[in-house]
Every structure is written in structure tokens, then in C-alpha cells.
């Protein structure tokens, strides 16, 4: 199986943590979220130990909220030693209102708006990224409105797109998030910040992308960011404290993805990067790293009911769901390839060939094309793994389709941490 905490009980049913999908389903219904929370808690500790044991103290991973943002992660994450990015209001808002202390709290977002800044600073967040010089000026403004003096670092793109060859791309430079130091707008940019009252630089953001499963892209990118913090100490004399390097690293999601050890990355950025500090002379920075999906990917699994089974003759079977792209948008956004087992029937040989397709009325709405499950009957349970990150978080009302409920698993018991959204919800806003 994909993962370890998978198995097959006595029934032939899925086990999740050592608890059975079917009776999940039948408990709480479906579609159902499952988040096994030890797996993540396991996650959050490989993060913390590998950045303890090689990065100077005060390093710290931060989990980015966008990947799975609901009450219930915020204990979790905090027990775990970790701290939290996140980039609205709303996420801010769900953080503290689980208890999670503000100072561990990183405000990201390209478009902040002045009320969330203003929030932000409020709510005391321990440190903005700032992501352009509009925004610096903003918050200049809200900061010494209030008398204070808000941390930040400001958030630089390096110029390196991961996802092709890295020699010389500068596909990067032209996004909406940072500012490039290709252009020379990101020493304008510090130099800017370094002069401005209400803010005080703690040092560089970079984040490079998502779902990366080589340490050499983190190497080049650490290279590129020590290059840039190299060359504003010689220009404006400024020293970084502090150097956070985004998320990204990789999960599996089918079989055959490269498992990425992420101890073994940390070390080997850790590695490279005071190399080039004790080369450049620099004082070795603080690291911040921002996981999102390989914190909570691997430990979410969705459950759904098999509905009608429709088989076009000549061509292929379509497998229907009671869920789909509104409570998991990433095959319809991005074709993301999926793992699918029928649930039920995990004894049976996986030689039935098919489609699984959502309930929306949208012929894009697939969880995956073309693959192959024991033959289902009509209320089988189908799993659907690694699915934690970016489907709670980007699930929709779309078709009026109400959201899932969210169990977590934790020393073999379930706890449900969102209930399932019901028609008054839906009809709650409207007047
Ligand atoms: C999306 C994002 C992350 C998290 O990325 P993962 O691939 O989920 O680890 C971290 N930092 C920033 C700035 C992001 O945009």
C-alpha cells in the first residue's frame, strides 16, 4: 500500500490507522474527510527535530494553513512545536479562535487588504511577509497608527522555476508574489523597507513552489537568496536574521512517486547553506520553512459511496460518486492523479477498469481517469487517498453540493472536527 498506516482488516475493509473505513462511512456518512492526526503529528516532528538538530536556534517550520485550514489543526500544529502562515483574515481568525498563540503566526498574501492588515497587527502576528512596496507603505501607515513596530521580512522571488530545468529560467521572475532581485527592484525594495518607521526588517521570503521532490532546487534556491542577502549587506550594510524558504516538498500520491525523506533535505539544505555563509562570510540566519501538503497530504483519505455505474459500450465505465470536484477540485484544476481502492472489497483483484466521476453537473468533474478498482457494487465505499491538503481547504458549494463533515484519528478513535454542512447553512447568508 501507498502508505503505512493503511491495512486490511478482517472484514477485507480499508483500515485507516487501524480503524475501518466502511464503519467510518457508516457512522458519519460520506462524502467524510478522514485525517489520520497522528501521521500528522509525525510529520510536524520530523520537521521540528530535523530543523533542531542543523539549523541555528529560533529555526522553525510553519505550517501553511492554505493546505488544511479548520480549528482542529491549530492544537495539533502548536503542540507539535510548530508555527502557522496563513494569508487572510479568515485564517488568522480560525487560528487564534483554536488558541494558537499570534507571535507564531506569519502573514502572508500578495493583496492584504488595509482592514487585514490592520487585523493582523491587532491581532499581533509575529511577522508579515510583505510581498511588494505598496503593501510596505500600508502598513507603515496601520503600524505607527498604533504605535508599534511590526516585524517583517520581505518577500523576494529568486528566479527559478523547479518544475523545468533550473540552469537559466527566469520564468519565475514574472508572478504576482514578491519582488524579483532579477530586476533589481528587490535591493530597491530593502533598501525602502530598511528606511520606513513601523516596520522592522528581520530578513528574506522565498518560495519557489509546490510538490518538488529534489533538495537541489532548495539548494539553488538557497544559493540565489544567499547571493541576494550578500549583496545588500555589501550595499546598505543590512544583515539578515532571518531567511524563510516557503514549502514545497513533495508527497506520493501514486504509486511510484519518489518518497521524498524530508530529515534527509533539511539536512542537506542545512549542509549547503552554511557552506556558502562561512564562504560569504555571513552570519548563518535563522531558517523558517513553510510546509503545507507534506504535513497533512498523506494523512487525509476521503471516503465517498459508490453511486450508479454506468458502462459506455466501446468505450469505458464510469464509477459515480456522492462527492467529487466540490470537495476535491485538484483533478478538475490540475489533472492531479489520485489512488483510488474500493474500500469495501480490498480482498477482491483491482481489474475493473474505470472512471470515477463527481456528482456535479460538469463533465470536467473527475476524481480520476482511467484506472482500475475491484469490481464495485452500488454503496461499496471507495477511499480516495492523500487527499488532506488543498481539498477541505478548496472545497466549494458548487451545485449546491454541501461540504463534508472531517473525522480525525488519534490513538484509535475517532473525533468528528467539522460536522457536515447542512441545507440551513447553506441558506444561512442569504436574505
Ligand atoms: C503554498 C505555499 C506554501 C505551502 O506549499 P506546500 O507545497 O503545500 O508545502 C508555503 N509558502 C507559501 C508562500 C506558499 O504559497
Given amino acids: 500500500m501507498l502508505y503505512h498506516n493503511l491495512s486490511v482488516n478482517d472484514h477485507g475493509h480499508l483500515a485507516i490507522a487501524g480503524m475501518d473505513a466502511c464503519e467510518l462511512a457508516a457512522t458519519y456518512g460520506t462524502p467524510l474527510y478522514v485525517l489520520d492526526e497522528d501521521l500528522v503529528r509525525s510529520k510536524c516532528r ?52 483554536a488558541g494558537f498563540p499570534a507571535e507564531r503566526i506569519c502573514f502572508h498574501g500578495s493583496n ?15 511577522c508579515f511577509v510583505v ?14 497608527a498604533r504605535n508599534v513596530v511590526q516585524r517583517v521580512l520581505l518577500r523576494v522571488t529568486v528566479g527559478l522555476d523547479p518544475h523545468t530545468l533550473a540552469a537559466i529560467n527566469t520564468g519565475k521572475v514574472d508572478s504576482q508574489f514578491g519582488v524579483p532581485i532579477e530586476t533589481g527592484q528587490a535591493l530597491r525594495f530593502v533598501r525602502q523597507a530598511l528606511s520606513t518607521p513601523g516596520v522592522e526588517v528581520m530578513g528574506f ?49 501514486v504509486d511510484g512517486d519518489p518518497n521524498v525523506d524530508i530529515a534527509a533535505n533539511i539536512q542537506a539544505i542545512a549542509q549547503h547553506l552554511a557552506n556558502g555563509c562561512a564562504q560569504h562570510g555571513y552570519p548563518m540566519p535563522r531558517i523558517l520553512m513553510e510546509p503545507g501538503r507534506s504535513i497533512v497530504a498523506d494523512a487525509g483519505t476521503t471516503l465517498y459511496t459508490a453511486g450508479r455505474i454506468k458502462t459506455i459500450e466501446g468505450y469505458r465505465s464510469y464509477v459515480m460518486v456522492d462527492g467529487g470536484m466540490t470537495d476535491n477540485p485538484r483533478y478538475a484544476l490540475y489533472k492531479s492523479a489520485y489512488t483510488v481502492l474500493n474500500a469495501s472489497r480490498m480482498n477482491e483483484p483491482a481489474d475493473f477498469a474505470c472512471t470515477i466521476a463527481g456528482r456535479c453537473c460538469e463533465s470536467g468533474d ?47 478513535e475517532a473525533r468528528l472536527a467539522v460536522r457536515r454542512q447542512s441545507i440551513d447553512d447553506l441558506l444561512a447568508l442569504e436574505l
Fill in 46 to 97: 520530523t520537521y521540528v527535530q530535523a530543523m533542531r538538530a542543523c539549523l541555528p536556534e529560533g529555526s522553525m517550520p510553519l505550517f501553511a494553513s492554505k493546505a488544511l485550514c479548520f480549528r482542529g489543526i491549530y492544537p495539533v500544529i502548536e503542540e507539535e512545536g510548530m508555527g502557522a502562515d496563513v494569508v487572510s483574515a479568515g485564517e488568522i481568525a480560525t487560528a487564534l479562535s
Fill in 112 to 126: 492584504k487588504t488595509d482592514d487585514e492588515i490592520a487585523y493582523g497587527i491587532a491581532s499581533g502576528v509575529g
Fill in 131 to 144: 510581498d511588494n512596496l505598496d503593501e510596505l507603505r500600508s502598513l507603515s501607515r496601520e503600524a505607527q
Fill in 205 to 253: 521570503h522565498s518560495h519557489i513552489g509546490s510538490q518538488i521532490f529534489e533538495a537541489t532546487s532548495f539548494c539553488d534556491q538557497v544559493d540565489r537568496l544567499l547571493d541576494f542577502a550578500v549583496a545588500v549587506r555589501d550595499d546598505l550594510g543590512f544583515v539578515a536574521n532571518v531567511f524563510n524558504l516557503g514549502g514545497g516538498f513533495a508527497v506520493p500520491y
Fill in 366 to 412: 473527475r476524481i480520476a481517469e482511467d484506472i482500475c478498482i475491484a469490481r464495485p457494487e452500488r454503496g461499496d465505499v471507495l477511499a480516495v487517498l492523500t487527499t488532506g491538503a488543498y481539498n477541505y481547504s478548496m472545497s466549494s458549494n458548487y451545485n449546491r453540493v454541501m461540504r463534508p463533515a472531517l473525522v480525525m484519528l488519534h490513538d484509535g
